[in-house]
C-alpha cells in the first residue's frame, strides 16, 4: 500500500488557518528565565474563595453528572437575573440562554448557527485572534474592517457601509476591545445599529469584558431599539470572575438562534463542566464585591501603565476597558514582530506584536496590566532601558 503524500491527510481549510500569534510569543517565554509576561490576556486573581468552595461543595455533594444540554437552569435563571439588573437586557432562561465551555466555544457554535458557505461576516479589527478563523471554519469569508488610533479604535458608521455587501449576513463586534481596551458609547452604537438594520444584517457582539468599562457605563448594541432580535451576545465568567481555567462562558440570543446553537453544543460538547456551573452561580450570587475590587485595581493600573508608556515614547491611548494598553512603536522604525521579539531576548518582557490581530494592528504591541503593579514598574524600567538602546 502507498502512502498518501504528506499534507494531504489533513483538510485544506485547517492547513490554511495560520496558528495564535499570540501563544507563540508566551511558548517562547515560557521556555526563559527572569521573565515578566505581558503578553496572555487571564486575571492575576484567583477566583474568589467562595466560588471555589462552591465547586468543592457540589463534588462532595456528588454533582458529578450531566446537566442539561443548555446548562442547569437554575444557573440560566442566575444569568438572565443578573443580564437584567447589569445591562438591563431580559432573556427568558428556559429558551434564549446556552452555558458553553467559555466564551470561545459560543463564537464557534454562534457563526456556525447563522453562517453558510460563501456568506461574509465582516471582522472590525484590530480584534481578538480567534475570529476570522472561526468565520473561516463556518464556511464563511471573514472580511476586514480595520479601525485605527486616530478614532481610538472605534468603529465609524461610514466604514461599516462601506464594507456591506449583498453577501454580508453579520459584524463581530468587541467592546470593551482586545486587545486595543477601546470601548463605544451608547450613542457611537446607534450609527452602527442604524446601519445593521438597514442592511438586514445580524450582530455577533463579545461582551466578555463589558463589566471592565471604566470611564462610562458598559454600551451594549443589544439594548438599542430594534437590535435585542438581531444580537447574539456573547459572555462568561474568565474575565470578570477570574475564572480562565473554569472554561465556562453563555450565550444570549433570541429563540430561533440558541435552538440552532443548541444543536451543534449538543453534538460537541454535550454540556459545561457541572461543577463549573455550581461554581458559576455563587459567582453571580455573591461575587460582585470582589469584581468591583478587581477592577478598581485594573484602572489604577492602567492610569499607571499609560502614563509611563507616554513619558518613555511610546504613545498610548487611554484604554476605556478591558485590561489592555496598545501603545504605539510606530516611532522606533522597527516592526511589531521585531519590536517584541528583540525586547523580549534582551530585556525580558513579553508582549504580543499588533499585526497578530489583524489590520489596524500592525506600528503597535499589546500589553496586559492584568499583572502586579511591581510587575508593571519592573517592565516600564526595561522597556525604556530597551528604547534607550535603539537609539
Not at 464563511?140 to 453577501?167: C, D, H, W, Y
Amino acid at each position: 500500500m502507498t502512502s498518501k503524500t504528506t499534507g494531504t491527510r489533513t483538510s485544506k481549510l485547517v492547513n490554511e488557518i495560520p496558528p495564535s500569534g499570540i501563544r507563540r510569543f508566551f511558548d517562547l517565554a515560557s521556555s526563559m528565565d527572569n521573565i515578566i509576561s505581558l503578553g496572555v490576556g487571564e486575571p492575576d486573581f484567583i477566583t474568589p474563595w467562595a466560588v471555589r468552595e462552591a465547586c468543592i461543595s457540589s463534588l462532595e455533594r456528588g454533582y458529578t453528572s450531566y446537566t442539561a444540554n443548555a446548562g442547569m437552569l437554575e444557573l440560566r435563571v442566575e444569568i438572565a437575573k443578573y443580564m437584567k439588573k447589569q445591562f438591563q437586557l431580559s432573556y427568558d432562561p428556559k429558551s434564549e440562554i446556552i452555558v458553553t465551555v467559555g466564551a470561545s466555544e459560543a463564537l464557534d457554535i454562534a457563526l456556525r448557527a447563522i453562517v453558510d458557505p460563501g456568506d461574509e461576516v465582516i471582522v472590525v479589527e484590530p480584534t481578538f485572534v480567534s475570529y476570522a478563523p472561526l468565520v473561516t471554519l463556518a464556511g464563511g469569508k471573514p472580511v476586514s474592517v480595520g479601525t485605527t488610533v486616530e478614532t481610538n479604535f472605534r468603529l465609524m458608521p461610514e466604514q461599516l457601509e462601506k464594507a456591506i455587501t449583498p453577501k454580508t449576513k453579520a459584524i463581530m463586534l468587541s467592546f470593551p476591545n482586545n486587545p486595543t481596551g477601546s470601548t463605544m458609547t451608547e450613542d457611537e452604537l446607534r450609527g452602527i445599529a442604524k446601519i445593521v438594520e438597514e442592511h438586514d444584517l445580524l450582530v455577533l457582539s463579545d461582551e466578555i469584558y463589558a463589566e471592565m468599562t471604566y470611564d462610562h457605563t458598559h454600551a451594549s448594541i443589544a439594548n438599542l431599539s430594534g437590535m435585542r432580535e438581531r444580537t447574539i451576545l456573547i459572555s462568561g465568567f474568565s474575565k470578570a470572575f477570574a475564572m480562565t481555567g473554569w472554561r465556562l462562558g453563555f450565550v444570549t440570543a433570541p429563540s430561533d438562534i440558541t435552538s440552532a446553537m443548541l444543536k451543534i453544543h449538543q453534538y460537541t460538547m454535550m454540556c459545561a463542566s457541572t461543577m463549573a456551573q455550581h461554581a458559576a452561580i455563587e459567582a453571580l450570587q455573591s461575587g460582585m464585591e470582589d469584581v468591583k475590587k478587581m477592577v478598581q485595581s485594573y484602572k489604577q493600573r492602567r492610569n499607571y501603565f499609560v502614563k509611563s508608556f507616554d513619558e518613555i515614547g511610546l504613545p498610548c491611548h487611554v484604554p476605556g476597558g478591558a485590561f489592555y494598553a496598545f501603545p504605539s512603536i510606530k516611532n522606533t522604525g522597527l516592526t511589531s514582530e521585531q519590536f517584541a521579539e528583540q525586547l523580549l531576548l534582551s530585556e525580558r518582557v513579553a508582549v504580543v506584536p499588533g499585526h497578530v490581530f489583524g489590520s489596524g494592528g500592525e506600528g503597535h504591541i499589546r500589553c496586559s496590566y492584568a499583572t502586579s503593579l511591581d510587575n508593571l514598574k519592573e517592565a516600564v524600567t526595561r522597556i525604556e532601558r530597551f528604547m534607550k538602546s535603539l537609539k
